[in-house]
């Protein structure tokens, strides 16, 4: 089984500021996906980005990146340039990748509430 | 292009009662998850619908069942309501075939309360 931590119960930055989120996972498996969603007070869950666990290069969506050290299992997210309508729970997820085509069951971490301040 | 909607928004049940809750994928999604979240967790699988079966199931007891339909929406249905049972249960749905497959997209959840 695949267990997804994230050690950052609550975070709080200033406005503008670029903040880091950790997650680290442990599991058995070689092929494998994970994910940074996004889950602001409307509870709607936001894909923020994705990264599969055979490429090296590092995920980017204009100022959201990871830094995804696979030896280490370890799947970080940083936000540059903070903004207001950053302030959300930021969830870490894990999924197996599979032969079979179609997605398999995400395992997800406790979250870290990020706070942007003004 | 509409994303994944469900329906209820809200629903309050007490122990002992069924309910059933109902999820409608994105667009061109064929695939159907159920999570449970708890207040304060992160969301917990469920189960997984393709193809009108049950594909996976996490670890969850036989009260909680699931239907998909041949137009791929999904219900969600708890027997036997527990206090424990009380929970934002969301939908997330995913493409088969080439591309972002793997990348589940959720709805706005149900809220439901048990009393």
Known sequence: ?118 | DAGVTQSPTHLIKTRGQQVTLRCSPKSGHDTVSWYQQALGQGPQFIFQYYEEEERQRGNFPDRFSGHQFPNYSSELNVNALLLGDSALYLCASSPTGAGHYHTQYFGPGTRLTVL
């Open chain 1, 1 to 118: 089984a695949q267990t997804v931590t994230q050690s950052q119960p609550e975070m709080s930055v200033q406005e503008a500021e670029t903040v880091t989120l950790s997650c680290t996972y442990d599991t058995s498996e070689n092929n494998y996906y994970l994910f940074w969603y996004k889950q602001p007070p409307s509870r709607q869950m936001i894909l923020v980005i994705r990264q599969e666990a055979y490429k090296q290069q590092n995920a980017t969506e204009n100022r959201f990146s990871v830094n995804f050290q696979k030896a280490a299992k370890s799947f970080s997210l940083k936000i540059s340039d903070s903004q207001l309508g950053d302030t959300a729970m930021y969830f870490c997820a894990f999924m197996k990748g599979d032969s079979g085509g179609g997605a398999d069951g995400l395992t997800f971490g406790k979250g870290t509430h990020l706070i942007i301040q003004p």
